[in-house]
């Protein structure tokens, strides 16, 4: 079951795409995520490990002239939040893509802001914030949200994983790092904020 926490598929893949998009800790984190990115209406926006789509409806919320993209590795996502978000697909202002950050076209234009939820627990950190940093354009933001899950996570925990990003988003080359927590229970998300330059 864990595994389904990374990449869902099947049936219980759809299941744990309803958790993500009912709980109410998950929405809360998506919806201050993004609050936390300060979006304009034409800007490029990127989420990493879109899931189901939860985060990117609030994005178009306030990108109503520029382009938001989702990717995602799963199938069972990219279903999921094309059917929570259709009538933004079919007016082109949101585009899905199966697959991997280094698997994004070369040819991509630069995004303004790069986002994931829940992402960074799986995997490779540092490379992973090194291929988001490629994809950023010129003064571009890049945020990573968590909240530590499964086995008695701690406030410590979140917050040394906090100052883990800090450490890797700087050696990225990123400026203005930051870290913004929010009160969930068992332990507070945290987002790692920083700019390219």
């Not at 985060?55 to 799963?74: E, M, N, Q, R």
């Not at 259709?86 to 802001?113: I, M, N, Q």
């Not at 994983?161 to 927590?181: D, I, N, P, Y």
């Amino acid at each position: 079951m864990p595994s389904q926490f990374s990449k869902p598929t099947g049936l219980i893949g759809r299941l744990v795409g309803w958790i993500f998009a009912n709980r109410a800790s998950n929405v809360r984190r998506s919806n201050w995520t993004v609050e936390l990115l300060k979006l304009a209406p034409r800007d490029r926006v990127l989420e990493v490990g879109c899931g189901p789509g939860i985060a990117l409806k609030a994005c178009l919320k306030t990108v109503t002239d520029g382009t938001v993209v989702g990717l995602d590795h799963s199938d069972v996502m990219i279903a999921q939040a094309r059917g929570r978000n259709l009538r933004a697909v079919r007016k082109k202002r949101l585009r899905l893509v199966l697959g991997t950050l280094a698997e994004l076209p070369h040819d991509e234009p630069p995004f303004d802001k790069i986002f994931s939820i829940n992402v960074i627990q799986f995997v490779d950190k540092a490379a992973f914030i090194a291929e988001s940093v490629k994809h950023l354009s010129r003064d571009g933001i890049l945020a990573t949200s968590f909240q530590p899950r499964g086995g008695k996570p701690t406030r410590e925990q979140a917050l040394e994983m906090g100052k883990t990003l800090e450490t890797l988003f700087t050696s990225a080359g990123l400026t203005e790092v930051r870290t913004e927590l929010l009160e969930l229970k068992p332990v507070p998300a945290i987002c790692v904020l920083g700019r390219k330059k």
